[in-house]
Nanobody
Framework: QVQLVESGGGLVQAGGSLRLSCAAS????????MAWFRQAPGKEREFVAR????????NYADSVKGRFTISRDNLKNTVYLEMNSLKPEDTAVYYC????????????WGQGTQVTVSS
């Protein structure tokens, strides 16, 4: 089993920055694709970014491309999401997820961390 704990959320003004962290325990995530998702009030959860086990390949939702950067430190069993030029529409609960045995399916999820961007 993999346990994921997100941190780093908070309240920030539009244009500001935040860095989210996702610390894994239980099993190493070094071989797993990791991703960030978010869910705004009244909306469905949406994909934000993903990173392969090596960190070489990353993908982003169009809405965050150029503003957010996903990275990982496999020695620390941690994944990060650097968020810059934040907008009020980025307000959501951000979740970290780890891919399970099936490629493309995220089997492990954290509890989420709230990000609120004020205008």
């Amino acid at each position: 089993q993999v346990q994921l704990v997100e941190s780093g959320g908070g309240l920030v003004q539009a244009g500001g920055s935040l860095r989210l962290s996702c610390a894994a325990s239980g099993r190493t995530i070094s071989s797993k694709t990791m991703a960030w998702f978010r869910q705004a009030p009244g909306k469905e959860r949406e994909f934000v970014a993903r990173i392969t086990w090596s960190g070489i390949t990353t993908n982003y939702a169009d809405s965050v491309k150029g503003r957010f950067t996903i990275s990982r430190d496999n020695l620390k069993n941690t994944v990060y999401l650097e968020m810059n030029s934040l907008k009020p529409e980025d307000t959501a609960v951000y979740y970290c997820a780890a891919e399970g045995a099936t490629t493309g399916r995220y089997a492990y999820w954290g509890q989420g961390t709230q990000v609120t961007v004020s205008s």
